[in-house]
Nanobody, 125 residues
């Protein structure tokens, strides 16, 4: 049974940093492209960043490019999201997702088979 569990959400002031982690079990981790999505109240769930199975290719939404960094440690079955220079617009529930693909194929919710339950990130102004 595949499980994705997110860690590291919380409350931070604007301009601050926060690091998220997602631990995966029940799958062959390096076979999966991993991604972070977020959903704010009233908004659709949108992709923030993705990383392919071996970690050599990444994708970032334009809203976070240059501020967020996605990485993975295949030995630990964990994907990370380092978030810097946070703004209130970054406040959302952040979800970890997995797609059985060796490259980044989709930036949409429908392209990912497995999901975590999410972790709340709140940025105060």
């Amino acid at each position: 049974q595949v499980q994705l569990v997110e860690y590291g959400g919380g409350l931070v002031q604007a301009g601050g940093s926060l690091s998220l982690a997602c631990a995966a079990t029940g799958l062959t981790f390096h076979d999966y492209t991993m991604a972070w999505f977020r959903q704010a109240p009233g908004n659709h769930r949108e992709m923030v960043a993705a990383i392919n199975g071996v970690g050599g290719d990444t994708y970032y939404d334009r809203s976070v490019r240059g501020r967020f960094t996605i990485s993975r440690d295949n030995a630990k079955n964990t994907v990370y999201l380092q978030m810097n220079r946070l703004s209130p617009e970054d406040s959302a529930v952040y979800y970890c997702a997995a797609d059985y693909a060796d490259r980044i194929v989709s930036i949409h919710v429908a392209g990912y088979e497995y999901w975590g339950l999410g972790t709340q990130v709140t940025v105060s102004s």
